[in-house]
């Protein structure tokens, strides 16, 4: 029998165009290239990174080919049996252009993912990326343009939205081009906690918390204040995958729901419910999906818990945790993510070979070769 294939749908690239447009920057996000010309650049990627104090080789991080190669991306793939991936544009996206620059950039980034993935034999679709300065009449033209593009399935979003997060009602019109064009929205974070909730020894824990802490909370801030805002009511048909396994989403959902029956603000509504129409619980089971990269079984469980088995989506995050040893081919995110998922199902193989590629099939209408 043929193994089952293995959908990756967190896994990331910067186009050769987008790395040109860092390139050509010198305020954060930028790419700073090392006199040292073997020396893979440095990605600026965080106003903290910019610190003239350090040496350029030990600002920021090294940004070498596997983030930009798609033959890389295609090796890493073989060597761990993956059949198809979708790509997204990694973090920080167009956020930082200005409202005149965004709309171009924004149509050569997509048509760069669009040409990779239609040369691809089958193995790769893309999560496209939207320019969130623009105005708003502009980022819904080019989501009708992505509609038309053949491999594009949704869109890869930060949490600040236009800017002032996704309880913005500004972002209305997106929503409403988004639900239309049956787009997915793949909500994930980048600029995580202020560094004062680190504290003082922050550095010497390198990006862990920022990473392991930071990014899921700002994914469940983001989430939770779309769901406040009765986004899912207005837009009953909007589909989110949030990054992380839903940051911490499953594990607060509860508490979020019972924050909100307990608060004064919200007028009861028909149902003697308080806060949006549609519930928290009903929001979680129709309008989400959750990957499941959380690297544990303990993490599979709760996503699943709270969306559905056939709404959890395998993903590796790859090129980002690159084995630390040199010239190592198998890389631990994958493997850690793999056994989670196995673990969490136990003896239910049908329903892990879904969350390892036939729920994200089904979902994003994939044609594996
Ligand atoms: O954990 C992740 O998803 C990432 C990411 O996407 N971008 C990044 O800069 N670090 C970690």
């Not at 603000?265 to 619980?281: D, M, S």
Request: proline fraction near 8%.
């Amino acid at each position: 029998m043929a193994p089952s294939p293995i959908v990756d749908i967190h896994t990331h690239v910067y186009p050769t165009t987008y790395l040109a447009l860092l390139r050509s920057r010198t305020e954060v996000p930028y790419l700073l290239d090392l006199p040292d010309k073997l020396a893979p650049p440095r990605l600026i990627i965080l106003p903290s990174d910019d610190d003239l104090a350090l040496p350029a080789h030990q600002r920021g991080r090294p940004i070498d080919s596997s983030y930009s190669s798609i033959n890389q991306k295609i090796d890493f793939m073989k060597t761990h049996d993956i059949t198809t991936s979708v790509v997204s544009l990694a973090n920080p996206w167009l956020d930082f252009l200005s409202p005149e620059e965004g709309p171009q950039w924004a149509e050569k980034v997509n048509n760069e993912l669009e040409d990779i993935c239609s040369t691809s034999l089958k193995c790769l679709y893309a999560f496209a990326t939207l320019p969130p300065s623009a105005p708003a009449s502009r980022i819904v033209g080019e989501i009708h343009r992505l509609s038309l593009l053949p491999h594009i399935r949704g869109i890869i979003l930060g949490t600040t939205g236009l800017s002032k997060g996704l309880d913005d009602h500004g972002l209305e019109p997106i929503w409403s081009a988004l639900e239309s064009a049956k787009l997915l929205i793949f909500l994930h974070p980048h600029y995580g906690l202020p560094s004062s909730v680190y504290g003082p020894r922050a550095s010497e824990y390198g990006h862990v918390l920022p990473l392991s802490l930071g990014f899921p909370m700002e994914t469940t801030v983001a989430f939770t204040r779309m769901w406040l805002s009765g986004v899912f009511d207005r837009h009953p048909k909007l589909k989110v995958l949030i990054a992380h396994a839903g940051g911490t989403v499953p594990f607060l959902s509860g508490r979020i729901d019972s924050c909100v029956q307990h608060e004064r603000h919200f007028p009861e509504n028909e149902g003697g419910k308080r806060g949006p129409k549609r519930g928290l619980k009903e929001v979680l089971r129709e309008n989400v999906w959750l990957d499941a990269v959380v690297y544990s079984p303990t993490g599979v469980r709760a996503a699943v818990e709270v969306v559905g088995k056939e709404r959890v989506l395998f993903g590796t995050d790859h090129p980002f945790f690159p084995p630390l040893e040199e010239g190592a081919e198998e890389w631990m995110s994958m493997g850690t993510n793999v056994h989670a998922v196995k673990e969490a199902f136990g003896d239910d193989e049908q329903a892990a070979a879904k969350v390892l590629g036939g729920n994200a099939i089904e979902l994003l209408g994939l044609d594996v070769a």
